[in-house]
């Protein structure tokens, strides 16, 4: 009989004996676990990288626009603090048709003739806040704030209020025009306001193949670039009904567009909507054929199509700007 051991079967149940040779990482060895995460991660990477320069090449115009507004803003004060830090006499000298409308601040907008007699007790009002607030205002200093409220009214149409006066020592004083005029000013302090309840965000839809032609794209722009261009001129069309009682249609509101792109105006600028104003007085694109330039405007297109050598002429334009004046 053999002394063989007979060889014992081996089954599946057999493969957990088996030794294991263990796993050993080798230094600068990368696992396909490890290289399939690294190159998940470059590539969400690099789709961030081409949705953030696609996002900055589509606002280019939005932040050109915004670089000119800011340009513009900074060029119109410098103009104003040359202006209204001139010695009084030289302001006085110039006239109001020389002196730059600041067109920098919110104001009511006033509806009819300027009331002087109201506007006094406004001023006198403000004087008596300024002094209890141990504000010191000389008379010269007062001399220049009145000049410059006036252009403000006269120029931009605005109702004087004592938020007027404030907001406009205010930007006299930042634009150092008052010099030594003015001592212990400070700013009155802002009134508490409670924050409204957080709003959940509304999910922005993703334009990263959307043309910059595309409908959707352009629906995108209006509501984020839109919304202070839509204010403002919402602002414009309120004051068109209330002091020439035209309604702005959406034909008129699309011929403002047209017009603001064509000559290249800022639809953030007060003046940019007088003139589309006198565009359409001109191509009678307003109704009732009314004429609706304001009375220094019909005076100012007088002097520019009038003879100045013409003696009589000289004196209808004077009269005409002391009736506008008041003076008369």
């Given at each position: 009989?053999?002394?063989?051991?007979?060889?014992?079967?081996?089954?599946?149940?057999?493969?957990?004996?088996?030794?294991?040779?263990?796993?050993?990482?080798?230094?600068?060895?990368?696992?396909?676990?490890?290289?399939?995460a690294r190159?998940?991660?470059?590539?969400?990477?690099?789709?961030?990288?081409?949705?953030?320069?696609?996002?900055?090449?589509?606002?280019?115009?939005?932040?050109?626009?915004?670089?000119?507004?800011?340009?513009?803003?900074?060029?119109?004060?410098?103009?104003?603090?040359?202006?209204?830090?001139?010695?009084?006499?030289?302001?006085?000298?110039?006239?109001?048709?020389?002196?730059p409308v600041?067109?920098?601040?919110?104001?009511?907008?006033?509806?009819?003739?300027?009331?002087?007699?109201?506007?006094?007790?406004?001023?006198?009002?403000?004087?008596?806040?300024?002094?209890?607030?141990?504000?010191?205002?000389?008379?010269?200093?007062?001399?220049?704030?009145?000049?410059?409220?006036?252009?403000?009214?006269?120029?931009?149409?605005?109702?004087?209020?004592?938020?007027?006066?404030?907001?406009?020592?205010?930007?006299?004083?930042?634009?150092?025009?008052?010099?030594?005029?003015?001592?212990?000013?400070?700013?009155?302090?802002?009134?508490?306001?409670t924050e409204?309840?957080?709003?959940?965000?509304?999910?922005?839809?993703?334009?990263?193949?959307?043309?910059?032609?595309?409908?959707?794209?352009?629906?995108?722009?209006?509501?984020?670039?839109?919304?202070?261009?839509?204010?403002?001129?919402?602002?414009?069309?309120?004051?068109?009904?209330?002091?020439?009682?035209?309604?702005?249609?959406?034909?008129?509101?699309?011929?403002?567009?047209?017009?603001?792109?064509?000559?290249?105006?800022?639809?953030?600028?007060?003046?940019?909507?007088?003139?589309?104003?006198?565009?359409?007085?001109?191509?009678?694109?307003?109704?009732?054929?009314?004429?609706?330039?304001?009375?220094?405007?019909?005076?100012?297109?007088?002097?520019?199509?009038?003879?100045?050598?013409?003696?009589?002429?000289?004196?209808?334009?004077?009269?005409?700007?002391?009736?506008?004046?008041?003076?008369?």
């Amino acid at each position: 009989m053999s002394s063989r051991k007979r060889r014992q079967p081996f089954g599946i149940y057999d493969i957990a004996r088996l030794p294991v040779t263990p796993v050993k990482s080798t230094p600068g060895y990368e696992t396909f676990k490890d290289m399939k995460a690294r190159e998940q991660r470059e590539a969400a990477e690099a789709e961030a990288r081409t949705k953030t320069e696609q996002e900055a090449e589509r606002m280019k115009p939005f932040r050109a626009l915004e670089n000119e507004i800011k340009i513009a803003a900074a060029e119109h004060a410098e103009k104003v603090r040359r202006f209204y830090s001139k010695p009084l006499h030289v302001i006085a000298a110039a006239g109001a048709d020389v002196a730059p409308v600041d067109m920098i601040g919110d104001y009511p907008e006033r509806s009819g003739r300027r009331d002087t007699q109201k506007e006094f007790e406004v001023y006198k009002t403000f004087r008596d806040d300024l002094a209890s607030r141990n504000c010191h205002l000389s008379q010269d200093g007062w001399n220049r704030l009145g000049s410059y409220i006036s252009v403000l009214a006269d120029g931009r149409g605005i109702e004087v209020t004592p938020a007027v006066w404030e907001q406009s020592v205010e930007r006299l004083h930042s634009l150092g025009c008052f010099g030594d005029e003015i001592a212990g000013y400070q700013r009155p302090r802002p009134q508490t306001v409670t924050e409204p309840a957080a709003q959940p965000v509304k999910q922005q839809p993703d334009f990263t193949n959307v043309s910059t032609d595309h409908k959707d794209w352009r629906a995108a722009v209006d509501a984020h670039w839109g919304r202070e261009v839509k204010e403002f001129f919402d602002l414009w069309a309120d004051s068109m009904y209330r002091n020439w009682g035209v309604s702005i249609t959406p034909e008129l509101a699309q011929k403002a567009g047209d017009f603001f792109v064509k000559t290249n105006r800022n639809p953030l600028r007060h003046k940019s909507y007088d003139n589309f104003r006198l565009e359409a007085n001109l191509r009678r694109w307003l109704p009732d054929g009314k004429d609706y330039r304001t009375e220094s405007e019909k005076l100012a297109d007088l002097i520019e199509n009038s003879d100045l050598n013409d003696r009589s002429v000289r004196l209808a334009i004077n009269r005409k700007q002391a009736e506008i004046s008041g003076r008369i």
